[in-house]
């Protein structure tokens, strides 16, 4: 666009949209500007609970914890970590809308809330995450496609 220049406007003259005599005809009432709650999000086909062949230790992994913690009355001395199913995957996913982060994925891979995981001592919590990261689901890993 060389060689144009932009004419100056006023604000006035540009036409609102929609045209005025039509707002009254506008219907927003479904939109209440709230997010999904979890009870309106979508639900998927139930998966069937599969017998896998492959050894246990490729989909459970056990992080014992430098500083273990009680919990509910329990002593906690080591988290479980485990891959997540396909169908897993596609409920984050889902019920994320739009938000889902790291510690959301950890919530179910670990069984233990985002606040549990936060609470714990940093080298702890760094350990966790290392055999989360190895069991990561590859379509939300950084790069896939």
Request: charged share 35%; glycine share 2%; aromatic share 8%.
């Given at each position: 666009m060389t060689g144009t220049t932009p004419k100056p406007f006023d604000l006035g003259e540009l036409e609102t949209l929609p045209?005025?005599?039509l707002t009254d005809a506008l219907d927003n009432s479904g939109l209440s500007g709230e997010p999904k709650s979890k009870s309106t999000a979508q639900k998927a086909a139930p998966a069937e609970q599969l017998n896998f062949r492959?050894?246990?230790?490729?989909?459970?992994?056990?992080?014992?914890?430098?500083?273990?913690f009680d919990r509910d009355g329990k002593e906690v001395n080591s988290i479980w970590v485990r891959k997540l199913t396909g169908g897993e995957v596609e409920d984050l996913v889902r019920?994320?809308?739009g938000d889902l982060t790291y510690?959301?994925?950890?919530?179910?891979?670990t069984g233990y809330?985002?606040?549990v995981l936060r609470?714990?001592?940093?080298?702890d919590l760094e350990k966790?995450?290392?055999?989360?990261?190895?069991?990561?689901?590859?379509s939300l890993r950084t790069g896939s496609a």
């Open positions: 045209p005025e005599e492959s050894p246990e230790s490729s989909r459970l992994r056990e992080v014992p914890l430098d500083h273990p019920n994320a809308d510690f959301k994925v950890y919530e179910v891979q809330p985002e606040a609470g714990l001592m940093d080298e966790v995450k290392e055999v989360c990261a190895d069991f990561f689901p590859r």
